[in-house]
């Protein structure tokens, strides 16, 4: 099993390779090609949301089992500012930097399995899963 990868976000450069890592992950868990896109541009989206609003974090992307599946979990972690209404950030169309509105509502759509936990002031993380068809 492959092991435990950690990114640490704190540019432009460190989105492209957490994106990388992420789709080479999920074709050595044997995701098709199209799924491991999918994959990756959860992972682009997650990194992208960690330096425009916290400057810096992790993502941290690994392979799991469970009901007989094998799936990749990321884990997008910052100790930034906290979002002040989840449920409003989750809404299609809402934006807090004037952009779109669809990366963590995009993400929870790409992924089997979604959490977000935020606190103010302390931090956010995300956790997405996908599992193999």
């Known amino acids: 099993m492959p ?5 640490a976000i704190n ?7 957490a994106r990388q890592a992420g ?3 999920a074709l050595q868990l044997h995701f098709s ?3 491991a896109t999918l994959i990756a541009t959860a992972i682009s989206e997650l990194s992208r949301n960690i330096l425009l609003y916290a400057g810096t974090g992790i993502v941290t992307l ?9 799936g990749l979990m990321m884990v997008a972690t ?5 979002i002040s209404d989840v449920a409003r950030a989750m809404r299609d169309g809402f934006s807090s930097s004037g952009g779109l509105g669809l990366g963590l509502p995009g993400v929870r759509r790409l992924m089997d399995e979604f959490d977000i936990r935020s606190e103010l002031g302390r931090g956010t993380t995300v956790t997405g899963k996908k599992w193999q068809l």
């Open 3 to 7: 092991e435990d990868v950690h990114i």
């Open 11 to 17: 540019s432009d450069k460190d989105i492209v390779l």
């Open 23 to 25: 789709r080479s992950l």
């Open 33 to 35: 090609i199209s799924e």
């Open 62 to 70: 690994k392979a799991i089992h469970g009901s007989g599946r094998v």
């Open 78 to 82: 910052d100790t930034g500012p906290g």
